[in-house]
């Protein structure tokens, strides 16, 4: 799970996803590795939340807020 930490993203909240990230996977008992990025690039969208699944295309999410990381996580774990 990759999320932009760039100035932008820290701006727009990717500190508290990070935590949502956590807690749900802790809530879920998964192991996953959250992978803290630099500036994706468009900051308009941030937070930008990106899932990669073993074998799996990179998905990416725009404009994530805590209560969407649920959905995110479900839909993939």
Not at 12 to 40: F, H, P, Q, S, Y
Not at 46 to 53: A, G
């Amino acid at each position: 799970i990759y999320v932009g930490v760039g100035s932008c993203g820290l701006a727009a909240g990717a500190m508290e996803v990070i935590g949502a990230i956590e807690t749900r996977l802790a809530r879920k008992g998964l192991d996953a590795e959250i992978i803290r990025v630099g500036c994706i690039g468009p900051c308009y969208l941030e937070p930008l939340v990106d899932v990669q699944m073993p074998g799996r295309p990179r998905i990416s999410y725009s404009n994530v807020t805590p209560e969407f990381v649920p959905a995110i996580l479900d839909s993939f774990l």
